[in-house]
């Protein structure tokens, strides 16, 4: 262990956090609102697919990330169609979501198998900053999207907390009823609020596929978008905490490998399974919590609205 | 909830796996693009049989294959050798791909071929080992060879491997020419005896060339997953090593170290297109051993049993780069494992990461046993190596870094 090889894991355990916490962050949109959406792993498969597929085309990671984007949020609105104006049941939706969206990916992207990377994320032009000693690479030299998680991160905390519009959102997620009688329509907020957050799972995944994975193949996301639904969980719905436990469970991701050149000797896949661990311990935590004070979650989450069943 | 509601439901269910079926069985080799050695490769071929070339061979045969043929790695050289047995046989073939172990879509796949015709059947997923059994117990009329396991009955199941330590020692010993840090990175999927093999036969060829080099191994526990096997390969590069090998299907490793400005050497196929740091490989080719079974069939004196070809049978094979300093000594090497005059652990000393002398000149000096029933011993004191302890082979050689055990 030196300092290459910690500068090295503290690079990645920023760019893990940055692709968990994208996908995070819009779920955690979408569960304010009062819609569950389990099908974050399908919409980060859909978005990377769309991230490589403009890679090709247009060989712009900008544009790529905008087609990333709109191919997830309008997977996202499948969901918030059956789920939200229909009603239907939003596990089971969100699941079939996922399923769909790895199926379809895989589909769609059957000629990006293999081919070399594409033109990744860069950096932000901070010139002597990038430079600094340890520093420099763990935080002014990563990929632009990175700053870009951060921002959004800021945005949807201020959106949420210090706005009429996140106050609404707030209060659709906690008592529909409530807020239809004040005059806030429950499905207008609750289908943006879904496809927002496809379109940030769809960022997610275009990270995932240009700058991690740098290529595409059939189920590339394995499972990382599970680990974004529970996070959720794991930062009681908010974007802070939210942030820090990205941290923590991309610091889990990026050490599996690296425990081993450091010649520790815990099991691999021990440590791969910590970020599940961690979220039913959590769990366990806010159960016990809420006998004594109210869950963090949102009152209203996986209940469909219906004004005539009031 | 309402009726509508429900069937709305159902639908989108239903679709959902619509979807994920066409995108596990919409094969097409559509690989011509990506790697210019599949010059013969038939496009669209998909599950449709393709046009059997010589008339009146009422042999068919199937290939089941666990993930898409257009990975560049494992399947992609079972697809190949699925396509050069048809051009030396002239039988017609057909294949499914991305197919799970252990699931219903295994067991309706192979029922398809049976239904259709198809009278041999490769299986080419360790994990497809207890279905296949089962299948060529029902179907006794049906020829099943199952690629990588250890079963087999009298009749009409075999099973066929091939022995990749030994371009793996090769292509060590060019690791080991090509290092300037004296440290490789190996990136290894699971610490199973087939994958610790190879990592002994490379580290033992880098040891050929180059005593002072150390081969590092980081365990991603996944075959495929590019996101982690780059990852592992960058903790390797920031560990210090400029040439990186790996046993996994994708060509993340490479990427990484092409981007750190080093070596890579691959594995499954030739990845030079894809990979610009590339200098060799050691490389799977199937098509002589699939044509072996099939001519068998069609002579019906197909023999099931345990085939474990190497370089001498073209099973597996390594190009030689000539830019490496030590070409010369490698293709000796080549030479001498084709005639039979070396193998890689029967030849001076395989001493262990603690020290202790294992097999000596072919002679086994300690009592080995098999890591799954430690209660079977595969080798006593003094016995002859045998195919057994390489089988079962579960400790590291001394210029290894990092734990045999995961």
Not at chain 1, 54 to 66: D, H, K, R, T
Not at chain 1, 182 to 206: C, E, H, K, N, Y
Not at chain 1, 269 to 291: C, D, E, H, K, N
Not at chain 2, 370 to 385: K, N, Q
Request: overall charge negative.
């Amino acid at each position: 262990m030196n300092e290459v090889t910690i500068v090295g894991l503290l690079v990645d355990v920023i760019a893990f956090g940055v692709l968990l916490y994208l996908a995070a962050l819009g779920e955690l949109v979408a569960e304010k609102a009062g819609v569950l959406n389990l099908g974050v792993e399908g919409m980060m498969a859909i978005g990377g697919v769309a991230a490589f597929w403009s890679g090709v085309q247009f060989g712009s990671p900008l544009v790529g990330l905008i087609v990333a984007g709109i191919a997830a949020g309008l997977l996202a609105l499948v969901h918030a169609l059956v789920a939200v104006v229909l009603g239907a049941d939003q596990v089971v939706s969100g699941l079939a979501l996922t399923i769909f969206g790895l199926g379809l990916s895989a589909f769609l992207g059957k000629e990006y198998v293999s081919l070399p990377p594409v033109e990744q994320f860069g950096t932000l032009p901070l010139g002597s900053l990038r430079e600094l000693r340890i520093i420099g690479p763990i935080l002014f030299d990563q990929p632009w999207v990175a700053w870009l998680a951060a921002a959004l991160g800021f945005l949807t905390w201020f959106v949420l907390e210090r706005t009429r519009v996140g106050l609404g959102l707030r209060a659709v997620g906690e008592n529909a009823a409530t807020a239809d009688a004040a005059g806030q329509s429950v499905t207008v907020t609750r289908v943006a609020a879904v496809v927002v957050g496809g379109v940030l799972a769809g960022f997610s995944g275009a990270f995932l596929v240009l700058n991690l994975a740098k290529g595409w193949t059939e189920g590339v996301t394995a499972g990382r978008g599970w680990i974004a639904v529970a996070l959720v969980i794991f930062g009681a719905w908010r974007p802070g905490r939210t942030a820090i436990g990205a941290l923590l469970f991309g610091g889990l991701l990026a050490l599996e490998p690296r425990l081993q050149t450091f010649g520790v000797e815990v099991s691999p896949i021990l440590v791969s399974m910590l970020p599940y661990a961690i979220t039913i311990g959590v769990l366990v935590v806010f159960s016990i919590q809420s006998r004594h004070r109210p869950s963090a979650a949102p009152a209203a989450i996986g209940r469909a609205y219906r004004r005539e069943e009031r | 909830m309402t009726r509508t509601m429900k069937i709305l439901i159902a639908f989108l269910a239903a679709f959902g796996l619509i979807a994920a079926a066409c995108g596990s069985s919409t094969a097409g080799s559509d690989d011509e693009g990506t790697d210019g050695a599949v010059a013969s490769d038939d496009a669209g071929s998909e599950t449709e049989s393709d046009d059997a070339m010589e008339e009146g061979s009422d042999v068919k045969a199937a290939f089941v294959m666990v993930a898409p043929v257009g990975d560049a790695g494992w399947n992609f050289m079972h697809d190949k050798g699925r396509i050069g047995a048809e051009a030396a046989t002239g039988v017609e073939t057909a294949f499914v791909e991305a197919i799970p172990e252990g699931g219903a879509e295994f067991d309706n796949a192979v029922q398809q071929f049976i239904d259709d015709g198809f009278n041999v059947i490769f299986t080419t997923s360790f994990g497809y080992m207890d279905a296949t059994e089962r299948f060529a117990a029902e179907n006794p009329d049906v020829v099943f060879e199952h690629i990588s396991g250890f079963k087999q009955n009298d009749t009409n199941f075999g099973n066929t491997f091939g022995r990749m330590y030994q371009p793996r020692y090769i292509a060590g010993m060019a690791a080991g020419a090509a290092t300037e840090s004296n440290k490789i990175g190996y990136v290894g999927a699971f610490p199973i005896p087939e994958v610790i093999r190879g990592i002994n036969a490379f580290a033992l060829g880098v040891a050929a060339t180059n005593p002072d080099a150390t081969v590092e191994v980081v365990w991603t526990s996944t075959w495929f997953d590019p996101t982690v096997e780059g990852n592992s390969a960058q903790a390797l590069i920031d560990a210090g090593a400029d040439v990186l090998t790996m046993h996994q299907d994708s060509t993340a490793t490479g990427q990484a170290i092409t981007d750190a400005g080093g070596t890579f050497i691959g594995y499954h196929s030739d990845m030079s297109e894809q990979v610009g740091a590339y200098l060799t490989a050691p490389v799977w080719n199937w098509t002589p051993r699939y044509s072996e079974v099939i001519e068998s069939v069609k002579a019906g004196n197909y023999q099931p049993g345990s085939y474990w070809g190497g370089m001498a049978d073209g099973v597996v094979d390594i190009t030689i780069p000539d830019s490496s300093p030590v070409a010369a000594d490698m293709q000796k090497v080549k030479d001498d494992i084709i005639s039979g005059d070396f193998d890689v652990f029967d030849t001076g000393d395989v001493v262990d990461q603690d020290g202790n002398v294992i097999i000596s000149n072919g002679v086994v000096q300690t009592e080995l046993t098999d890591p799954f029933d430690p209660s079977r011993v595969v080798a006593a004191e003094g016995d002859a190596l045998n195919d057994g302890v390489l089988l079962t082979m579960s400790f590291f050689v001394e210029n290894v870094v990092g734990s045999p055990a995961g």
